[in-house]
């Protein structure tokens, strides 16, 4: 047991100290840095004796040798133009193997919002004080051994600022593309997204692979939205089927700002997200939804944590999850309302669909009290497709697996109808469709 | 084009119809009317294929081929319809999606052309008139939210869509208001022609004022108790249901519960 963990541990510290050499920094990510893997050297990675960690085994991810490597990737704007939208065909900010490719990058309409990599943020007069007040701030690498490691291994990223009272009517993307060139690539994505008051954006998070090597992606997202800011955010996971992905997305929300998630997860061959909001001013509301597809050998799980820490918030969650032949999904929603948090309005519901006898879901929601003058809810459910439903299909002339598969689209599609992107909803129906092998088209 | 002959049917092992004889020509409009539990609905859920009833006895011959050899989706394709008295709500389809999705098939099916979005669009909209629909109910999800009075309309807005041989209305005038009722009957009279026929299932003689029935059958113990024009219905309207169950039992038509 103990040279087992030991083994991947020196591997990472090997990698860490050649970083440190090849990407000198200042002193405080420098201390950051370090700190870091101290924690992830005691840490480890997680274990199922870890009760967050329960339903997720990491042991195979823990003994493959992922690396990250310190050459980049030669990839042409071929490589990664399929990856955008319409929308965003000319705000999409390219991250290879988690480094920030600005060659790759398409930014002639960012509409007012900056965009940098967040090492030269890092150095750069204008934005260390932001980034030094926020980063490492919401995604905690003290308790949690995989953001400390990706902590540890800062060296790039994305910082992206929504100036005060910027209002943008166009999306930005961030890609993180996994080249796929060589296999054990370990990668180490960091987004830093500070919304300023008063501004408004659309920010799409979009995980995509290029080859089918397996590969190790663990990110961490901090989303700051500032009083009277609104944000909608929309995470696309579609790595590929070997794929390890690990995330971690922080946010926190000022006085009377909203912000909007949802998260859809097709993609990898064992996905772990975790999301956190944090309610800490009056008057804030969050919307956190989410779909998974899995299907066979893929697993995925959500943890969520929304801490209304102060009153009159609202939160309001929707998770959706499909699952065929083999796969497993796991579900743990936390909500806490704190004391003092009265007027706090906050409902959570998770349902799962079960196509196949093999699939498995292990779903917990959970809702923490301590306030008085609340409304609270939450739910779960897992089960089939409606019989009922099915026939009026069927008396309609709807063949049953036709119908089938137009009623899980129907239940993906009460998650995929909430993104504000129609071209993603469209690539989302389709996605969703294929997966279904279906012969359904769009109408 | 349609012949019950001596139909029996039960639900969890429970005999619900116990010889059903029922003769239907093309442009015929038969009502079966009946009190609660005597099969009425089990004849149209029968008719339409549903699962949870299992035919004991008996066959149905629907233009010359046995029904009852035929999954659900096979009868709708060959032109049965039954208009569901409390109509499936689909969340995430689209009116206009499931409803493209069934006319397609059904056209597959007879080897007819298939029609594209903006064509189907077309079309719709046309027989949406006939219920006097607006548009924004195809962009909704089936029957998402639709008050019962929607429900009833989507209900034969897809009949009119799919064009049946025969529709079976099962209770459809059931939650309707007096303004409803007339939209939903007016529509249904639009469908009726010398081509198709029609069997209206209905517990009150109400809807019968609308749609005006060839032949009026009752229904009492899961058989056919009485049978004549329309002014049965009439009669029924005037004396209840009571005169007929006993008229049945003292002849001893029915047979004893089990």
């Known amino acids: 047991m103990v040279t087992e963990l030991a083994k991947p541990e020196n591997k990472y510290q090997q990698a860490f100290r050649a970083l440190k050499e090849v990407k000198p920094t200042v002193a405080w990510v420098e201390l950051v840095r370090e700190s870091a893997m101290d924690r992830f050297e005691l840490l480890g990675f997680p274990t199922v004796h870890d009760e967050e960690w329960k339903y997720t085994n990491l042991a195979s991810l823990a003994k493959e040798d992922f690396l990250p490597l310190a050459q980049q990737s030669e990839l042409t704007s071929a490589d990664v133009a399929g990856f955008s939208f319409p929308e965003t065909s000319a705000s999409n900010v390219v991250l290879v193997d988690g480094l920030l490719r600005t060659d790759l990058s398409q930014t002639k309409n960012l509409a007012g919002i900056v965009v940098v990599d967040l090492f030269d943020a890092i150095a750069d007069a204008r934005y260390s004080k932001l980034v030094r007040n926020y980063l490492a701030r919401n995604a905690n690498y003290h308790d949690k051994g995989l953001t400390a490691l990706n902590t540890a291994f800062l060296q790039s990223g994305v910082f992206v600022l929504i100036p005060k009272n910027v209002k943008s009517e166009s999306p930005l993307q961030i890609t993180c593309v996994a080249s796929g060139a060589e296999a054990g690539r370990a990668s180490f994505p960091r987004l830093l997204i500070v919304a300023e008051e008063n501004s408004s954006a659309q920010l799409v998070e979009s995980y995509v692979s290029l080859g089918n090597q397996a590969y190790f992606t663990n990110v961490v997202v901090e989303v700051v939205v500032q009083d009277g800011a609104r944000l909608e955010h929309t995470r696309l996971q579609q790595e590929n089927a070997q794929a390890f992905q690990v995330a971690s997305t922080s946010v926190e929300l000022g006085r009377g700002s909203s912000y909007n998630s949802t998260a859809i997860n097709l993609g990898a061959k064992l996905a772990r997200h975790d999301i956190s909001v944090v309610m800490n001013h009056e008057g804030a509301e969050c919307w956190v939804d989410g779909l998974y597809v899995v299907g066979e050998n893929q697993h995925t799980d959500t943890h969520s944590v929304i801490d209304h820490q102060q009153a009159y918030c609202n939160s309001h969650q929707l998770y959706k999850g499909i699952l065929d032949a083999n796969g497993r999904a796991v579900f743990n929603g936390k909500v806490f309302v704190r004391e003092g948090a009265q007027k706090t309005d906050a409902l959570q519901t998770n349902k799962n669909l079960l196509l196949s006898p093999q699939a498995r879901v292990d779903t917990k929601p959970q809702l923490e009290i301590y306030a008085d003058d609340v409304k609270c809810a939450h739910g779960a459910a897992i089960g089939q497709l409606d019989q009922d439903q099915l026939f009026y299909l069927e008396a309609r002339g709807i063949n049953p697996e036709l119908g089938k598969s137009l009623l899980t689209y129907g239940f993906a599609e009460e998650v995929i109808e909430k993104i504000g992107i129609e071209s993603i909803r469209t690539e989302l129906d389709k996605a969703v469709m294929s997966r279904l092998h279906t012969r359904l088209e769009q109408s | ?258």
């Open chain 2, 1 to 258: 084009m349609l012949e019950i002959r001596n139909l029996h049917a039960a639900i969890d092992g429970k005999e619900i119809l116990r010889g059903i004889n029922l003769t239907v020509k093309k442009g015929e409009v038969h009502a079966i009317m009946g009190p609660n539990g005597s099969g009425k609905s089990t004849l149209a859920k029968v008719l339409a294929g549903h699962p949870d009833y299992v035919v004991t006895a008996g066959e149905v011959i629907f233009e010359g081929r046995n029904l009852l050899e035929m999954a659900p989706d096979v009868r709708a394709r060959e032109g049965i319809f039954m208009a569901f008295q409390y109509p499936i709500e689909v969340p995430g389809v689209s009116n206009a999606q499931f409803l493209r999705l069934a006319y397609n098939e059904k056209q597959k099916h007879l080897g007819r052309e298939e029609l594209d979005p903006l064509e189907f669009k077309d079309l719709l909209k046309e027989r949406a008139k006939v219920v006097e629909m607006e548009a924004s109910f195809m962009t909704r999800s089936v029957n998402e939210g639709f008050s019962g009075g929607e429900k009833k309309r989507n209900e034969i807005l897809q009949m009119a869509v799919l064009e049946p041989k025969l529709a079976v209305l099962d209770e459809t005038d059931s939650g309707l208001d007096i303004d409803a009722l007339r939209v939903v009957a007016g529509g249904v009279n639009q469908l009726q022609g010398p081509e198709n026929a029609m069997i209206v299932v209905t517990h009150y003689q109400r809807l019968l004022n609308y749609i005006v029935p060839d032949f009026v059958h009752v229904l009492a113990n899961g058989r056919i108790a009485r049978e004549g024009g329309k002014e049965l219905a009439l009669e029924l309207e005037e004396k209840g249901y009571d005169w007929i169950k006993t008229e049945n039992q003292g002849s001893g038509a029915v047979a004893p519960a089990n």
